[in-house]
C-alpha cells in the first residue's frame, strides 16, 4: 500500500525548490501561457483583469504573464518554491501559504496549472480548494485547472523517464520512477536528482530524492467537486499548450469553468 499524500511544503522542499526550474526546462512555459492568455482574452470581458495563480510553483508561468502587462497574484505552499520564485523580481506579488488563509479576492480569472490537484488526498479536500477559488472570483470569473487523465494513465502505464540537463556549470541527470495502486487511484513518482560537476574529470556532487503522491481523480470526480463549489459551464480539454478538444487518450487533461 502506497503512503498517504504529503503536503507540498514537504514534498517541494529546498533541495527540490533549488534545481526545479533546471529539472523543468523542457518545458515550453511560453506556448502554454500564449495559450492560456489567447483563453483568457476570449473569456473575459474585463480588459485589465486580475489573475490568480494557485500552486504557482518557482513562479515561471506567472512571471511570463506579468510580463505581458497583467495584474497577477501568485501562491504555493511551498515557502522554498516561493522563495525561488521572489528572487526573479518579476512584477507579481508572490505569497507563500493556503489558499484558504488568502484575504485577497475580486479575481477575474484563476488557474491552476501542472496537476497540482492531485496532490489533494480526498474528494473532500478537492472541493474545500474548489470552493476557496470559487469565493475569490468576481461573478463570471473563469477558473482553469489541469490534472492527470487516471483513464489514460491506467491504459498505458506510465514508466521510469530520465532525462540529462547540462549546464556550464553542471550536469544534471533526474529519473522519475513511478509506483502505482490504480485500485485507489493512486500513483507517487519518485524523483531522483543527481548532479555533477563539469570539466575533464566530472564528480557528483549532490544526489537527493523527492517522491509526489498524487490522486488520480477521474474527469467525473472532477467534475462532480466542480459543480459542489458552485462552478457551472464546465468543459474538458487538453493540457496546456494544446488546449484541444479532449479524449480518452490524452495524459493530461484541462478543465474550464465558471463561477
Known amino acids: 500500500m502506497l503512503a498517504p499524500t504529503v503536503t507540498s511544503n514537504q514534498t517541494y522542499n529546498r533541495d527540490f525548490a533549488d534545481y526545479y526550474d533546471r529539472i523543468t526546462a523542457h518545458k515550453d512555459y511560453q506556448s502554454e501561457i500564449d495559450t492560456l492568455v489567447r483563453y483568457m482574452r476570449k473569456v473575459i470581458r474585463d480588459p485589465n483583469p486580475r489573475v490568480l495563480d ?8 506567472a512571471a511570463l504573464m506579468a510580463q505581458k502587462g497583467y495584474d497577477i497574484t501568485a501562491i504555493d505552499l511551498s515557502p522554498d518554491m516561493i522563495r525561488i520564485a521572489a528572487a526573479k523580481n518579476a512584477d507579481v506579488k508572490f505569497k507563500s501559504g493556503d489558499i484558504a488563509e488568502m484575504a485577497d479576492t475580486g479575481f477575474h480569472f484563476c488557474y491552476s496549472l501542472f496537476n497540482v490537484i492531485n496532490c489533494f488526498p480526498s474528494l473532500e479536500a478537492l472541493i474545500a480548494f474548489f470552493k476557496e477559488v470559487f469565493v475569490r472570483l468576481t461573478a463570471g470569473g473563469v ?4 490534472s492527470w487523465n487516471p483513464i489514460a494513465v491506467i491504459a498505458v502505464p506510465p514508466e521510469i523517464v530520465e532525462r540529462t ?3 556550464a556549470d553542471e550536469k544534471i541527470v533526474r529519473k522519475v520512477a513511478p509506483a502505482s495502486d490504480f485500485l485507489n487511484q493512486r500513483l507517487d513518482l519518485q524523483y531522483d536528482i543527481d548532479v555533477y ?3 575533464a574529470q566530472p564528480e557528483k556532487v549532490k544526489s537527493f530524492t523527492v517522491t509526489h503522491q498524487l490522486v488520480l481523480f477521474t474527469p467525473l470526480e472532477i467534475e462532480y467537486c466542480l459543480k459542489q463549489a458552485g462552478f457551472r459551464n464546465i468543459n474538458v480539454h487538453t493540457a496546456l499548450p494544446e488546449m484541444a478538444q479532449a479524449t480518452a487518450s490524452d495524459r493530461m487533461l484541462a478543465f474550464t469553468c465558471q463561477k
Open 197 to 199: 560537476s563539469t570539466g
Open 165 to 167: 540537463y547540462e549546464y
Open 54 to 61: 494557485v500552486g504557482c510553483g518557482t513562479g515561471h508561468h
Open 143 to 146: 477558473f482553469f485547472v489541469e
